[in-house]
């Protein structure tokens, strides 16, 4: 019996194309190009009846030992065969493979040990069970939210393990064995009022204020290992050499930087690789929908009805979109005008709403310092505690509700859909990164009084010493006030805003529903939080060497907190979010969090004069003069070597090297996409010579 | 040897599917080189199956001949190239055969009409349904001649990041 798939005269129909004359398909299954499509033979044996070695038919012709090898070029698991071909190949593979020499074994070895690995790797990782039912019911867009969360848990335990094992854990083993630490500079030298520091309270202390601290990084949380301030500008020395404590601290804090940069910029990559084969990304959007729209590991129930709806959505809302941007094309010059005007104007208002958040946040910082240094006992817990935490309450406040002005101000400027979700993207991204910025720029100005080194304050000790007498541990705390914040917050959305409103919408009276609908899961606000987040953690890192493992513990626990709210309270999106694109994108914005996280870093180590009160760094003019004095006392050649790096002559002809190199490459992607073109058009005129060349076959036999 | 016995259990509760899908009709022992195929219409009501728009095609592409009657081996098949390790170009040859409705070794426009329509449940306007399948064309014929060959669907195919 003929398969159905070899009867000839079997297109669609009106696909005569442009030739009038339908060339039968018979003769275009015969050909090379669609070898991979023909594979099943008629008959199959069962399983586990004894192999019959005689050839069945429909198998592709001239395979004989000779083509076996190459055969296994291409791994068994990936031919388009039926069983039983496949297990008759492996069969003669393995009567060749006693004729291989010993590289030929040790190459097929080496592949078999690989696929291995590959598929332990891919059971060992976790939370693997869970991301897979999030993706069941909720699809793939959801799940690359989930995805990216684990790979800052493991991303943030690895920084942690880094800060841990170099700074914290070497300091609590020498006190713990109590070894003789050497202090590494006379501090005789200094003004003594800049070597006053005692964040410990005197006298009765409320119970409260025991809460207040815990919470805010102050009292008896400040000399601890969570802190810059506690660790000591001293050597411990062993037999042989001595572990110099600053410069462990700066080399395993510029480390977790480097670090983090790397794995970041290798995953973005790995991620990068598939999508940029393409080049016109944007033209493939209906392909995209149709062929790769159905996400096949959606499990049957509501979720697939809701899925069909989504995809209907979908196709009809870029047909809108189709038909917008004609209508715009349409469109006269004046009212073109009109439009262009309109949106300068809703720009600037934009640019006023950013500048009126960022003088908010600067006057929030700026009272809650001087708050915290004047009255210490008076006033209420709960107002101390608020004064606390300003700053983190108008930056999160701020990042709430200037989104929602954006939401509002991007629909009237009338853009196509897709870039209308960008540009308020774009615009959030920049609000809540730029908002840390100012932050820290408010913070800055307190310490070196304005950048002025001659200001009354800052005469004596180089910074602000009534203020701040441990600068960095101040940083230290703010940043561990966001992180703390920041996790109350999403306990306290979950708790009052999400539960109630599933409890209404579903036991209240049916307007409710209809009005304002349940909680929808929204990937991109989710994201930018997470980013935030890391963010802070990176900023803190240098001055608080903790702050990643308590990053890593709080990620922990909003993985599991979402996945709570994900299953109780939210319905899959509407519009589908897609996936793959959008990875690349939150490893983008990661990025840039880790470029501005970069920017205070050097700041502080190259330019800044560490405490003299505290810190391991007290007596030294900046945090890099501990790493020169430490190339200094290497030997003669390591030393004229890194100087040399160091130096201009090295980094001007570096930096030139690296410009032609970037202008060759562009040049090279250029000229390869010239080349793809002339293909495409190759490729076209020699479809039609093939179908023109098989009409004149069939006509002359 | 670890890697033979996982193979083993797994062959094992596959068949183990597979035999309670119709319990008279498979047989325990398959040593005798028993002819058993089950009909499509009982493996399209698997859980895994049910809910897919394409489960006729999926299961009809297996199948020796191409009416959707699966043996074991072909039930096998089906699994291992469903299954997440199987390689992305193995997937994209059996999608290629999948969405070929009328099995003519091309997606040409009345198949693209047919897969549309399983997708959004009929409930596109006709007009609709035309002006997408011709974008699509548009959009993944390389060598013009107005549907998809394989080689142009692979390419496509290659573009679109999957996950």
Redesign the interface.
């Known amino acids: ?1 003929e ?3 070899a009867e000839s005269g ?6 005569d ?2 030739w009038g004359h339908q060339p039968p ?1 018979s003769l ?2 015969q050909l090379p ?2 070898a ?2 023909r594979f ?11 192999l019959d070695q005689e050839e069945p038919p429909g198998f592709p012709p001239d395979q004989d030992g000779g083509e076996a090898r190459e055969q296994e070029s291409v ?1 068994l ?4 065969l ?3 071909e496949k297990r008759r190949l492996r069969l003669q593979e393995q009567q060749a493979a006693k004729k291989w020499s010993h590289w030929e074994r040790w190459r097929v070895e080496m592949r078999h040990l690989r696929e ?1 690995v590959g ?1 332990a790797l ?1 059971y060992a990782q976790v939370w693997r069970d869970s991301l897979h039912r999030i993706e069941g019911h909720f699809g ?1 867009g959801i799940q690359s939210y989930f995805n990216f969360l684990r790979f800052l848990v493991v991303l943030n335990l690895g920084g942690a393990l880094l800060m841990v094992g170099f700074v914290v854990a070497p300091n609590a083993a020498f006190e713990a064995l109590q070894l003789n630490q050497t202090q590494r500079l006379e501090n005789s030298m200094v003004n003594s009022s800049c070597l006053e520091y005692d964040p410990s309270k005197r006298g009765l202390v409320s119970y409260f204020t025991y809460l207040m601290d815990l919470l805010s990084g102050t009292g008896f949380m400040e000399l601890t290992y969570l802190f810059y301030g506690y660790y000591q500008n001293s050597a411990v020395d062993f037999v042989g050499f001595s572990y110099n404590i600053p410069l462990a601290y700066l080399l395993s804090t510029l480390a977790f930087f480097s670090v983090c940069l790397f794995w970041i910029v290798r995953r973005a990559v790995h991620l990068l690789k ?2 940029l ?2 080049e016109n ?1 944007a ?2 959007t ?3 929908k ?5 996400d ?1 590991c ?4 509501t979720m ?1 009805h809701l899925k ?1 709806n989504s ?2 959505y979908e ?2 809302m870029d ?1 809108e979109e189709q038909s917008l941007r004609w209508r715009m094309a349409q469109r006269s010059p004046s009212q073109r005008a009109a439009l262009y005007v309109l949106r300068g104007v809703l720009n600037l208002l934009v640019v006023v709403l950013l500048g009126a958040a960022f003088y908010c946040i600067y006057l929030a910082t700026k009272y809650a310092q001087q708050s915290q240094d004047s009255d210490q006992g008076q006033q209420g817990v709960f107002v101390r505690l608020l004064v606390a935490y300003l700053p983190s309450i108008v930056i999160t406040v701020a990042n709430q509700l200037v989104p929602l002005a954006f939401g509002f101000i991007v629909r009237l400027e009338r853009y196509p859909l897709s870039l209308e979700i960008k540009l308020t993207l774009f615009r959030s991204v920049f609000l809540r990164l730029s908002s840390l910025l100012v932050l820290l720029f408010s913070l800055w100005i307190q310490i070196t009084c304005h950048g002025d080194p001659d200001a009354s304050s800052c005469q004596i000790c180089r910074y602000n010493h009534q203020q701040h007498p441990c600068w960095e541990t101040s940083v230290g705390q703010e940043m561990y006030k966001l992180l703390i914040f920041d996790l109350v917050v999403v306990l306290v959305v979950m708790l009052l805003v999400e539960f109630p409103r599933k409890l209404l919408v579903t036991h209240g009276p049916a307007i409710m529903g209809r009005l304002w609908g349940q909680q929808e899961f929204l990937v991109p606000p989710n994201v930018l939080d997470l980013v935030y987040g890391q963010t802070v953690c990176w900023v803190g890192a240098a001055f608080s060497p903790l702050l990643p493992l308590l990053n890593t513990f709080k990620y922990i626990l909003i993985f599991y907190l979402k996945k709570l709210t994900l299953f109780s309270n939210c319905r899959p999106a509407d519009r589908t979010f897609r ?3 959008s990875n690349f994108f939150f490893l983008l914005v990661l990025l840039l969090g880790l470029a501005i996280a970069w920017v205070p870093l050097l700041y502080s180590v190259f330019a800044l004069q560490p405490s003299q009160a505290c810190g391991p760094f007290r007596g030294e003019p900046t945090m890099w003069s501990t790493l020169l004095a430490a190339i200094d006392a290497l030997p003669r050649v390591a030393r004229e070597f890194l100087q040399f790096v160091g130096s201009l002559a090295f980094a001007v002809p570096l930096f030139l090297l690296l410009c032609i190199l970037m202008f060759y490459l562009m040049v090279l992607a250029n000229s390869y996409s010239r080349l793809v073109k002339e293909l ?1 058009g190759q ?2 005129l ?3 010579d ?2 023109f060349l098989v009409t004149q076959i069939t006509e002359l036999s | 040897q670890q ?1 033979k016995e996982d193979f083993f259990l797994l ?1 094992c509760r596959l ?1 183990g599917r597979y035999h309670e899908m119709a319990p008279n009709i498979v047989p325990m022992d ?7 195929k089950l009909p499509i219409q009982l493996i399209i009501n698997m ?1 895994e199956l ?5 489960k006729e095609r999926i299961v009809e592409a297996f199948s ?3 009416e959707g009657n699966l ?4 039930f ?2 089906m699994f291992s190239v469903l299954s ?4 992305r ?2 997937k994209a ?5 999948i ?1 070929d409705f ?5 997606i ?5 009409e047919k ?2 329509n399983k ?3 009929e ?2 306007t006709a007009e ?1 349904i035309t ?2 399948c011709e ?2 064309i548009e ?2 014929d ?6 998809l ?3 142009d ?1 692979e390419n ?8």
Not at chain 1, 77 to 80: A, E, F, G, T
Not at chain 2, 30 to 36: C, L, R
Not at chain 2, 71 to 74: A, C, I, M
Not at chain 2, 93 to 97: M, P
Request: net charge neutral.
């Open positions: 019996m398969p159905r798939w079997r297109d669609g129909p009106g696909d194309g442009q398909s275009f299954l190009s669609n991979t499509l099943r033979g008629p008959v199959a044996k069962a399983w586990g009846a004894a791994p698991k990936q031919l388009p039926c069983m039983v291995q598929g891919l793939t598939r999508s084969v393409s990304g033209l493939n209906y392909s995209n149709v062929f790769a729209g159905w096949f959606l499990t049957p129930g697939v069909h995809l209907r196709l009809r047909l996936a793959s694109s495409k490729l076209q020699e479809g039609r093939k179908v | 890697n062959v068949h398959y040593t005798k080189d028993p002819d058993v859980p049910k809910e897919n728009p394409f020796e001949d191409g043996s074991f081996n072909d096998v098949d997440e390790m199987a390689p170009e193995l040859i059996y999608a290629f055969k969405y009328n099995t003519d070794n091309f040409c426009k009345s198949d693209l897969t549309l997708l959004t449940r409930e596109l609709e002006l997408v974008k699509v959009e993944a390389m060598d013009g001649d107005g549907k060959a394989f080689a669907f496509m195919i290659s573009k679109i990041h999957l996950r």
